[in-house]
């Protein structure tokens, strides 16, 4: 998992205007490997636990001491790391798969081990929440959570171990090790996230995830995307009642503007907060980037304006990736984080709806000859690069259906 935990924001007012907060520390960037199912499992929800005991009683997960987390990691060894943050660090361990007993490295199921760190900025609540929702939510889209180790004053959290790290380094790491994902696992991916944040949002979880960015999708060896860290999540509110009100919490730059005036919290928030992440999806930029230059530092405030003009949606795209979609699928995705960006919540699509549009553009890109688009949609591109004469004289041909 690499580094889970990035900064967030912990406080009961927002921000001043200006305020940022890069991703320090990326996520979890490896939490993998075992194979999940590829049916939704919606268990019986039971009312939340509120006491320890009863958290750690009602999560049906393995209960591992301090040593056999020590055997299966190679006692903590620094080779071992694969990341740190707030919370702690994050070693790569391996069980056996049956019984789930410290197995050598190199066999039986590969995991990784979130050691909280007792000076840590995440702390035993989170931990404690952790596994209040990931004992018993359960969906191919959600990181497995394994087991848990509470001996002393050691807290520690076991996950399934996930090869390809997160969406963050594949999106924004420049280097060999990272090559640019493609238009079409980038939609791939946004369409599991969308699915798990549907999962949670739906009757039987009725949960509000809170902390939804690049940093918290990992990937699978298949570039299957799951939902990880649930240290921020809370319940949906009950009854007649419209949000919850709880201090501001989460990641500058993925946080809805009503829920960081207010401390309102709805899964309409969660919803903002996936529209920011499908437009770094777009761009392979971050939302917030003090490197880039001035006018550009803030991403939804410079790309709102390209979004909805089909003549200008190309320069909020990625390059990386010209001319692996068609002009019809970066409109549509553009008008699916427009909608997701809403600064009214009432505005924002609900998350089994994005899931939808989604699907319907995965399966268009399927139908299109290796999804490089047509010959219009590439004279689009190019006249974009070209200047604006051309771009004039050009583009009066094109229609997005």
């Given at each position: 998992m690499g580094c889970c935990f990035s900064a967030r924001i912990k406080a009961e007012s927002p921000p001043r205007n200006g305020l940022s907060s890069k991703d320090g520390c990326r996520?979890?960037?490896?939490?993998?490997?075992?194979?999940?199912?590829?049916?939704?499992?919606?268990?019986?929800?039971?009312?939340?636990?509120?006491?320890?005991?009863?958290?750690?009683?009602?999560?049906?997960?393995?209960?591992?001491?301090?040593?056999?987390?020590?055997?299966?990691?190679?006692?903590?060894?620094?080779?071992?790391?694969?990341?740190?943050?707030?919370?702690?660090?994050?070693?790569?361990?391996?069980?056996?798969?049956?019984?789930?007993?410290?197995?050598?490295?190199?066999?039986?199921?590969?995991?990784?081990?979130?050691?909280?760190?007792?000076?840590?900025?995440?702390?035993?609540?989170e931990w404690l929440t952790e596994i209040n929702y990931l004992g018993q939510l359960h969906h191919p889209n959600l990181v497995r959570l394994v087991g848990y180790c509470v001996e002393d004053d050691q807290r520690l959290l076991v996950y399934e171990f996930l090869t390809k790290g997160s969406l963050d380094n594949h999106l924004f790491r420049r280097g060999s090790y990272f090559q640019p994902l493609s238009w079409s696992i980038r939609m791939k991916v946004?369409?599991?996230?969308?699915?798990?944040l549907a999962y949670l949002h739906s009757d039987e979880a009725k949960v509000i995830y809170r902390d939804?960015?690049?940093?918290?999708?990992?990937?699978?060896?298949?570039?299957?995307?799951?939902?990880?860290?649930?240290?921020?999540a809370k319940d949906g509110p009950v009854g007649d009642k419209s949000h919850v009100s709880t201090g501001v919490m989460g990641t500058y730059g993925y946080a809805a503007p009503e829920y960081m005036a207010t401390g309102h919290l709805t899964k309409k928030s969660d919803?903002?907060?996936?529209?920011?992440?499908?437009?770094?999806?777009m761009s392979g930029k971050r939302a917030l980037d003090q490197n880039?230059?001035?006018?550009?530092?803030?991403?939804?405030?410079?790309?709102?304006?390209y979004l909805s003009n089909k003549r200008r949606i190309f320069q909020v795209m990625d390059a990386r990736i010209?001319?692996?979609?068609?002009?019809?699928?970066?409109?549509?995705?553009?008008n699916l984080a427009i909608q997701c960006l809403s600064v009214e919540p009432r505005f924002r699509p609900k998350m089994d709806e994005v899931v939808s549009v989604l699907e319907e553009l995965q399966g268009s890109h399927d139908d299109t000859a290796g999804g490089v688009g047509t010959s219009r949609d590439q004279r689009a591109r190019r006249n974009v690069h070209s200047g604006p004469k051309q771009h004039r004289s050009k583009q009066s041909g094109i229609t997005v259906q």
């Open positions: 996520s979890e960037d490896c939490l993998n490997g075992a194979s999940s199912s590829s049916k939704v499992s919606i268990p019986s929800m039971p009312p939340t636990p509120r006491t320890e005991g009863e958290i750690l009683k009602s999560s049906n997960m393995k209960s591992f001491t301090f040593g056999e987390l020590k055997t299966s990691t190679r006692n903590f060894r620094p080779d071992s790391m694969v990341g740190e943050g707030g919370f702690g660090c994050v070693y790569k361990g391996w069980i056996d798969e049956q019984s789930l007993a410290p197995a050598r490295p190199g066999t039986g199921m590969v995991i990784a081990v979130k050691r909280l760190n007792q000076e840590g900025l995440q702390g035993h609540s946004a369409l599991d996230a969308a699915k798990g939804f960015k690049t940093s918290n999708i990992l990937l699978d060896s298949n570039y299957r995307a799951k939902l990880s860290d649930f240290g921020l919803v903002y907060s996936f529209g920011v992440v499908l437009l770094e999806i880039r230059p001035s006018g550009e530092h803030n991403l939804i405030e410079w790309a709102k304006p010209e001319g692996q979609y068609t002009l019809r699928e970066a409109m549509k995705v553009a």
